[in-house]
């Protein structure tokens, strides 16, 4: 299918004529937002064209790095699209940049007005100069995390919930059963906020000339007007977006140099990467990139192009794990996962393809981003190694069954309903009444046998015994600093770190890394000659049935995904 993305973009003669010999100065503006994935449909590419690729961001910082050519790095900061996680792996790329030697400069406006500035600062900590806007505000405040609860609404309207899990620590529906923290729901979360904030305050006081207790002291002061963000080192000097852009252009210029070149980091990486071919073969060899992103669930992965996030289809990543397994050219698959969970059985389907690859004598090594627990957990444990951000939120091995029970509320308007059923469990699911003792049974029995085989395959996966793993297991949420410090996780890094693990267990060759399948045009208009064509590997778009609605949905317990669901660990500020 033809890329409309590229077609509507602005045409640029400059791309026809003879390269200029000036240096080049990337830029990225991250307030344009980052996509997790680059949709594939036309309408998906038209609504989302601004809005850039994260791995293209990622590889084209990094491809910078190593480019003669490429002279300085220039991102307008923010972080609104970004979590603690990739917010680590950007902090990593930037430390790459400046290893070679070149500038890399940040500089925003305001580092978030109403306090939200934490994430996007220390994401500017990475840098080697920070700027920000005369008149701009430092919201650097300390994190939170807030959890909403509406239990209290609904009881007004006279509605309830039924919910059954394995453990305490599993609080994905605590929202709309309860009013406030529970003991294990606080004690989770306040270990996350605590870990996170200690890597806030290491990665600012690393980067800054403050101690560790000098940070932790201006957390409690901000936010921080503009001169009070000199004064106190954490900007390094204020300016407008015309005097930063004219420095650093006249610092890479020199005396009487070439005018330099600005390219947007996405465009840069694009142009020097080539597309895909058909399958002829003289396929280079190469380290497979299979992504999966959102809630797990049976069936193909779904993008809707109108907002509401991506559903990942068992099938889908399946048969992209098949597909690599007969590509004779792949020779490592790098299995980047960024998942709340969703589905036990298409997660266990996905972790068994995994399985196979592995046993084909093809190295899986997984790679978390902002989220890979529960069901995003258990796909990964049939890697050679998993890799962790100290930020990425992991872990959640339990499982949870929840409905509502609107009856009451219907009848209270005056809506009823009548049915006839063989079978005493056949209307168990049904929101119009509360399980009978024997569903409960049923509902238990359930609950009890999905978490034996989750925490089975962990302890197996693991090297643990069923013991130690339910002692970090039981729904409890972990940063990943301390799911490595449990054996939850092999390394801390990102896709660079995966990709070097890769690299040595397919025999220690200098490998590219490659989006997979990377699939032809002609590939999204021919049928499928089977289901392990790797055409199947493609997603296919949906409209979601909630759109950008889809967290409130969630919020009220509406059915999205599945048992094997992590909490949602609410807004992070």
Not at 406 to 431: K, N, Q, W
Request: one cysteine or more; a neutral charge; aromatic letters at 6%.
């Amino acid at each position: 299918m033809v890329d409309l993305a590229k077609i509507t973009q602005p045409l640029s003669l400059d791309r026809f004529g003879p390269r200029r010999d000036g240096p080049l100065v990337l830029e990225l503006d991250l307030t344009e937002g980052v996509a997790d994935e680059a949709p594939g449909d036309p309408i998906g590419q038209l609504v989302n064209r601004r809005r850039q690729h994260y791995l293209d961001v990622v590889e084209g910082i990094r491809r910078g790095a190593r480019d003669p050519g490429v002279a300085a790095l220039l991102v307008r900061v923010d972080a609104r699209s970004l979590g603690f996680a990739k917010v680590q792996e950007l902090r990593a790329c930037v430390a790459d940049f400046r290893a070679s030697g070149k500038p890399a400069l940040a500089w925003a406006d305001s580092f978030g007005e109403a306090g939200d500035g934490n994430l996007p600062y220390y994401l500017a900590c990475a840098f080697s100069e920070i700027v920000m806007a005369p008149t701009g505000v430092l919201g650097l405040t300390g994190l939170r995390l807030k959890s909403t609860f509406v239990k209290g609404a609904l009881d007004k309207v006279g509605l309830d919930y039924e919910v059954g899990k394995r453990y305490e620590y599993k609080n994905a529906l605590n929202g709309v059963t309860e009013t406030g923290f529970t003991d294990a729901h606080r004690e989770a979360t306040e270990r996350i906020v605590t870990s996170l904030g200690d890597q806030l305050v290491e990665g600012v006081a690393a980067a800054r000339p403050l101690s560790a207790d000098e940070v932790r002291a201006l957390l409690s002061q901000g936010p921080f007007m503009g001169d009070e963000a000199v004064g106190h080192g954490l900007v390094d000097r204020l300016a407008y977006r015309d005097e930063i852009y004219a420095d650093l252009l006249s610092r890479v210029r020199g005396q009487d140099g070439p005018e330099p070149r600005l390219a947007f980091v996405t465009r840069y990486h694009r142009r020097s990467t080539p597309g895909p071919l058909p399958r002829v073969g003289g396929d280079a060899d190469h380290i497979a990139l299979i992504t999966a992103t959102g809630t797990i669930s049976l069936g193909r992965t779904r993008r809707s192009p109108l907002g509401g996030g991506t559903v990942m289809g068992s099938d889908t990543v399946c048969a992209a794990f098949r597909a690599a397994r007969r590509d004779p050219h792949v020779k490592a698959v790098v299995f980047r996962v960024d998942s709340r969970g969703g589905s036990p059985t298409a997660s266990d389907a996905i972790r068994r393809e995994a399985e196979l690859t592995r046993e084909a004598g093809i190295p899986v090594v997984v790679t978390m981003g902002d989220i890979a627990g529960s069901g995003g957990y258990y796909v990964t444990l049939a890697s050679d190694a998993i890799v962790a951000q100290p930020g990425t939120l992991t872990g959640s091995i339990g499982v949870i069954v929840g409905k509502p029970v609107v009856g009451p509320l219907l009848e209270r308007y005056g809506i009823t309903s009548d049915t006839v059923a063989v079978g005493e469990h056949a209307g168990m699911f049904d929101s119009d009444r509360p399980f009978s003792e024997s569903e409960w049974e049923r509902v238990d029995n359930l609950l009890d046998r999905v978490y034996e085989d989750f925490t089975g395959k962990v302890a197996a996966a693991r090297g643990m015994s069923r013991d130690e793993v339910h002692e970090v297991a039981r729904g409890r949420v972990w940063t990943g600093r301390d799911a490595a410090e449990r054996g939850l996780v092999d390394t801390l890094g990102g896709l660079e770190t995966a990709v070097r693990i890769a690299r040595e267990k397919a025999g220690g060759r200098a490998l590219p890394l490659r989006p997979f399948p990377r699939q032809n045009p002609l590939d999204r208009l021919r049928p499928h000659e089977s289901s392990e064509d790797p055409a199947a590997a493609q997603p296919q778009s949906s409209l979601s049935a909630w759109g950008p609605l889809r967290h409130v949905a969630a919020a009220l317990g509406l059915p999205e995904a599945g048992p094997l669901t992590m909490p949602d660990p609410g807004r992070l500020r």
